[in-house]
């Protein structure tokens, strides 16, 4: 049972390249996440998905885009990269259903630089 | 939106003493509060949560308080060794069936000295 997995761990973009940040659960959790985290600035929501089809924004939409590919899988993407968006992302999952349903889990995280 | 306040920014305790860490939140409709605990280069990892419907809980060394009222949760740490240095984050959410993410405060540096 590996929880919460992300790829790639580290990247590196130039300005203008796009690229997309996978994250996939193996705990049949209903819903999913995307956060950021930048220095003194906490955990920020990105976007969410509460099940596979539909997708929502957080705090911080702006330049993202997302899919809930099926119930495991919600990727991230940035289609054009800004120096903006150099952080460490996190993908994070909860149940909705059944025991622990507040308790929200997170993956490994990506660091991103964006040059 | 929600809102969470956290302070101190930086804490710094000599090993073997307590610890508080404070939040505020703005929204009266959150009612799941969790505290993670974040290393350096690693995930947040729960350590405690608290409802709404409940005013304290502890497990072990760490307890958390819940004022409704004035909208503000508490982390204490009592007995802090040195595994306790970390970064704590505090949150909140509404937890009413919904699939919302969480509002994070902006993060305490534990700092044990030993």
């Known amino acids: 049972n590996a929880g919460v997995t992300q790829t790639p761990k580290f990247q590196v973009l130039k300005t203008g390249q796009s690229m997309t940040l996978q994250c996939a659960q193996d705990m049949n959790h209903n819903s999913m996440y995307w956060y950021r985290q930048d220095p003194g600035m906490g955990l920020r929501l990105i976007y969410y998905?509460?099940?596979?089809?539909?997708?929502d924004k957080g705090e911080v939409p702006n330049g993202y885009n997302v899919s809930r590919l099926n119930k495991r899988e919600f990727s991230l993407r940035l289609e054009s990269a800004a120096p903006s968006q150099t952080s460490v992302y996190f993908c994070?999952?909860?149940?909705?259903?059944?025991?622990?349903?507040?308790?929200?889990?997170f993956g490994p995280g990506t660091r991103l630089t964006v040059l | 939106g929600e809102n969470v306040e956290q302070h101190p920014s930086t804490l710094s305790v000599q090993e073997g003493d307590s610890a508080v860490i404070k939040c505020t939140y703005s929204?009266?409709?959150?009612?799941?509060f969790p505290w993670y605990k974040q290393e350096l280069g690693k995930r947040p990892q729960l350590i405690i949560d608290i409802r709404s419907n409940v005013g304290e809980k502890k497990d072990q060394r760490i307890a958390v308080t819940l004022n409704k009222t004035a909208k503000h949760f508490s982390l204490h740490i009592t007995e802090t060794q040195p595994e306790d240095s970390a970064v704590y984050f505090c949150?909140?959410?509404?937890?009413?069936?919904?699939?919302?993410?969480?509002?994070f405060g902006k993060g305490t540096h534990l700092i044990i000295q030993p």
């Open positions: 994070a999952s909860r149940r909705l259903a059944g025991g622990a349903i507040d308790t929200q889990y």
């Open positions: 949150a909140a959410r509404y937890s009413g069936g919904g699939a919302d993410g969480l509002t």
């Open positions: 998905s509460a099940s596979e089809g539909t997708t």
């Open positions: 929204d009266s409709a959150s009612n799941y």
